[in-house]
C-alpha cells in the first residue's frame, strides 16, 4: 500500500494559481501561508511576507520558508 505524503494530501484539497502557488480550493489562502503559520505556532501579522529560500513556490517544505515582516525588507533581502 502506498502512503501519501503531506504534499499529496495537500494537493487533494488544493489547486496551483496561474502564478504558481498553491492555495487551498475551500478558503483560497496560500499553502505556504498556511504552513509558516504552524511552524510559527501564531497567525501571521499584517504586512508579513512569506519567501520561498529555493525560489520553487510549490516547495511549502516549513524549512524551505522564511518570514519577513514587510515586502520592502523582502525584496532587500531577496532580490
Do not use: I
Amino acid at each position: 500500500m502506498k502512503r501519501k505524503s503531506s504534499s499529496s494530501s495537500h494537493s487533494a484539497k488544493t489547486f496551483v494559481n496561474k502564478n504558481g502557488y498553491r492555495q487551498f480550493k475551500d478558503t483560497g489562502k496560500y499553502v505556504h501561508r498556511h504552513v509558516e503559520e504552524k511552524k510559527l505556532g501564531r497567525p501571521l501579522r499584517p504586512g508579513e511576507v512569506v519567501h520561498h529560500k529555493d525560489g520553487n513556490p510549490l516547495n511549502n517544505s516549513p524549512s524551505n520558508l522564511k518570514v519577513y515582516p514587510n515586502q520592502s525588507t523582502h525584496m532587500k533581502k531577496e532580490h
